[in-house]
């Protein structure tokens, strides 16, 4: 294999030694089986120390993704590409950095220069030199509603999560306990150590209890919710004389003598709307209560400002140094630096604010400190402005990295559309501005300004959240891939951290069908109120759904493509562990729980309407999942899935739901799929078998499964090929006749170029139908005022790919790609299989009743 060339892009130029890196490299198939095979290098041949894990793999065992973790070094600066090769003799580059050890009720990792001793009783450290002399010692707290600080209660031992070249992550977990003794709020602290001294601290505080949500409403005040004061990670140890800070990058150094305590607080964005309504507590109250950030010295401000961006350094008695930095300190506003003579803290969540913080049932936020030990100011200015990995385009096609991906391609409207975004006067960047989605709570999400279209002129703009409707993580990521622009990384990054964490409904107490899934982006064409992220609110006595005055998360929201690459891209596990707990959300949605009381009220939803209708004497389909977008993303969610973890029947599940969802003779004018509102998300369902096909192709499997997707999908888009038009062809059917129905007539024309793929004969047919219908959407689009508005531009970022597919070759994949022979005759369900499916449920039900789980599923409904 070529080595691999990695570019490091910078947005600062800034002091880069120490800067750690963490990244996902793909891999062709059948090239290594075994990380060890693994060596980075400078352009120079210096071999860099790192070490390497794998993400996914091949079906032949061979590494997919790669996830290589390394430490800037003078040898490696921006503007110097790395190497990633691929060696027989793999050295001493694995060997662990550092050397653990469990004594005296503690966990002892020891390092060359420093030993780092973890209390197996609560998340706190502390740090000795060699000869066991004290430098420092480090604890997390949380204050409660009382502002009195919490016991922490371990789950267990702290457990080593990795130790290899370059680092050694940690890692704690438990519960927080109030004045009381109670539980209040679980916490994760994961401690990640390296030899130079840097400390990256991730925190996650997690409420896993349930909302009570009543009527279907998730306001703020719900009494799910916990309330605290604070949460900082506490620096002792040592008396400090002396403190340098850095407000921002490239901002002159103030050194601050500690006679007095030195606080930064940074209480709002510092934005324009810094005081928007987004930033609301359970009354409706805006909390900031002035603009941006305030340096204090004891009683006097230093200084004021928009944004901070600090790095504080303390000088310690003994002359070392302890440097702290929060990234995103700013952005994840409120935060705070305080330093006095005898500690310093990095708050979280900041004890400096106007009332306790409230944190949703479910809701959870993993925030960084990064702390050096023996570094200075100047070591961590990277943590404001890191340094991206860029990867060619051309490696990512010669990897399979991505379906549909062309390196290369000649720019083109669509390409100039998705611009938009990033160029725009309102880009994504803008956008955050217009409502300041900014805050521990809303930073990385996307303003859905296409909900503020019916305003009036000069009305202040709903607050309105996206939730990644339409998947805006894996849009950003393949954008970033063709282009190496990394401010779609940036975008990626922060959106995918905001889901998973805020969006995703973190509680095992609730409904089943509500537990560990995707909330919805907040109601259409109306403002959030106290909703937070969460779609529905007290506050709004109508909704753009008809009858939908509230509800939960549902199968039609769940997008899980995004979380996989954001994983394989950054190795990121919490995007791999949301992608398995969303599918397994999926999975209890659309294939029932354990429970008498909940195959009961599954065979009422699903049964009883199919045994009406064969007493009144209709001709009844066997189908059993619904032709929507739902299903769609749930066998996108199973395709997801199985790609990170291939042995554990995620596939055939896909192939199961397929089969009952779709067939090769299926009476399509009886799904009524011209009926616009109702009908439309077919397309998305169509688009998850595409993939399967392409995955099933991928590895060579195309057996008698993949022939009955391959032509059940021919089935529909023949049709589409006859009878579909665009959406606003007759705008008399539509509630809201808007350009976002002209960004959905793209998902028809990918399609199309994906039915040619898979139709060699009809490939000319639907070539033609494809560019004609992608000339529709970008002619349109072009001059519409609506182009830049978040859903029209997510829409487009999805479904872009397929355009750049080739026109196969006939003669050559006749064989395999041309249509099966096999004679389907229309699917109808029959009495037989209608009373075995009502008796397989009832035994089902019987046979997993459990007194317990009855009354649990009865309570979760009664919202008490």
């Known amino acids: 294999m070529e080595p691999i060339k990695i570019k490091l892009r910078e947005r600062l130029s800034l002091p880069r ?392 391609q000649t720019t083109t409207a669509l390409d100039n559309l998705i611009q938009e975004g990033l160029e725009g006067a309102s880009n994504f960047f803008a956008k955050r501005e217009v409502i300041d989605e900014f805050g521990w709570r809303n930073f990385g999400d996307l303003f859905a300004d296409h909900e503020t279209l019916y305003q009036e002129p000069g009305e202040t703009p709903f607050n309105t959240h996206y939730n990644n409707q339409y998947d805006g993580i894996y849009g950003f990521a393949r954008q970033f891939a063709y282009s190496g622009d990394t401010r779609w990384f940036e975008l990626m990054d922060d959106l995918a951290r905001h889901v998973v964490d805020i969006d995703i409904y973190h509680t095992d107490e609730d409904r089943a069908e509500y537990n560990n899934g995707l909330f919805w982006h907040t109601d259409h064409y109306l403002d959030a109120h106290t909703c937070t992220h969460r779609t529905f609110t007290r506050h709004n006595n109508s909704s753009s759904t008809p009858g939908q005055l509230g509800g939960g998360p549902a199968a039609e929201h769940c997008y899980t493509t995004g979380h996989l690459y954001h994983y394989w891209l950054t190795g990121n596990p919490a995007s791999r562990d949301a992608v398995l707990k969303l599918t397994n959300w999926m999975e209890t949605l659309h294939q029932g729980q354990r429970g008498l009381l909940a195959e009961v009220l599954a065979l009422k939803k699903q049964e009883l309407p199919k045994l009406r209708a064969m007493l009144r004497g209709d001709q009844v389909s066997p189908h059993r999942f619904p032709f929507t977008r739902g299903t769609g993303n749930y066998i996108t969610a199973l395709l997801d899935a199985h790609l990170l973890e291939p042995s554990n029947g995620w596939l055939t599940r896909a192939e199961s739901v397929i089969r009952q969802t779709i067939h090769p003779a299926d009476d399509i004018e009886k799904r009524d799929l011209l009926d616009t509102e109702i009908g439309w998300s077919y397309l998305i369902l169509l688009a998850s078998i595409a993939r399967y096909l392409h995955i099933k192709e991928e590895i060579g499997a195309r057996d008698s499964q993949w022939r009955y997707a391959r032509d059940s999908f021919l089935h529909y888009t023949e049709w589409m090929l006859n009878h579909e038009r665009p959406f606003l062809s007759d705008t008399s059917e539509l509630e809201f006749a808007n350009d976002t129905w002209t960004a959905q007539d793209v998902r028809k024309a990918m399609l199309m170029f994906q039915a040619a793929q898979e139709d060699p004969h009809k490939a000319p047919d639907y070539q033609a139908k494809a560019r004609e219908w992608l000339d529709y959407v970008t002619t349109a689009l072009q001059t519409s005022p609506e182009r830049s508005l978040t859903r029209l531009q997510i829409i487009l970022l999805q479904n872009y790919g397929p355009q750049h597919l080739e026109v196969p070759d006939k003669e050559q994949r006749h064989a395999e790609q041309s249509r099966s022979s096999t004679t389907y005759q229309a699917p109808l369900l029959g009495w037989g299989s209608l009373v075995g499916q009502i008796v397989a449920r009832l035994m089902k039900g019987l046979l997993h009743f459990r007194p317990r789980r009855e009354k649990a599923w009865l309570e979760a409904r009664l919202d008490r």
Not at 136 to 151: F, I, K, V, W, Y
Not at 199 to 212: M, Q, S
Not at 270 to 293: D, K
């Open 17 to 408: 030694t120490g800067e750690p890196l963490r990244f996902g490299v793909p891999l062709p198939g059948g090239i290594i089986s075994d990380v060890s095979d693994l060596a980075l290098q400078s352009a120079e041949g210096n071999t860099l120390p790192a070490q390497f894990s794998s993400l996914a793999k091949w079906p032949d065992e061979s590494i997919r993704w790669a996830c290589i973790e390394t430490q800037i070094s003078p040898q490696a600066q921006p503007g110097s590409p790395l190497e990633l090769f691929v060696v027989k003799d793999s050295g001493d580059h694995s060997r662990p950095a550092a050397d653990i050890s469990s004594e005296d009720h503690a966990l002892k990792i020891a390092f060359e220069d420093n030993i780092i001793v973890l209390d197996q009783t609560a998340p706190a450290w502390k740090v000795c030199a060699g000869n066991g002399t004290l430098l420092s010692e480090h604890a997390l707290h949380l204050e409660d509603n009382g502002s009195t600080r919490c016991t922490a209660s371990m789950d267990g031992s702290w457990s080593v999560i990795s130790n290899g070249a370059v680092s050694c992550c940690v890692a704690s977990s438990g519960w927080w306990l109030d004045a009381s003794g109670t539980r209040l709020v679980r916490f994760n602290c994961q401690v990640t150590l390296y030899p130079d001294g840097l400390c990256l601290v991730d925190n996650t505080i997690h409420n896993p209890k349930r909302a009570r949500h009543p009527g279907g409403l998730w306001d703020l005040g719900d009494p799910g919710s916990i309330h605290f004061t604070a949460m900082f990670l506490e620096t002792t140890g040592q008396p400090i004389r002396g403190v340098d800070l850095s407000l921002a990058p490239g901002t002159p150094t103030k050194q601050l003598p500690p006679d007095s305590l030195v606080v930064l607080h940074q209480e709002s964005s510092g934005g324009e709307h810094w005081s928007s309504r987004n930033h609301v507590n359970a009354q409706g109250q805006t909390l900031p209560r002035y603009r941006g950030y305030r340096l204090r010295q004891g009683e006097n401000t230093l200084e004021s400002g928009d944004r901070a961006a600090p790095v504080m350094q303390a000088e310690l008695a003994n002359g070392k140094f302890v440097t702290t930095s929060m990234p995103h300190f700013w952005q994840n506003f409120p935060s705070a630096l305080e330093i006095g003579r005898n500690s310093h803290k990095a708050f979280l969540f900041p004890a400096y604010a106007p009332e306790p913080y409230e944190l949703q049932g479910g809701e959870r936020k993993t925030l960084r400190i990064v702390l050096g030990l023996g570094k200075t100011l100047s070591d961590l200015q990277w943590t404001h402005s890191p340094l991206v990995p860029v990867l060619s385009a051309e490696h990512y096609e010669r990897t399979a990295a991505f379906q549909w991906f062309r390196a290369d």
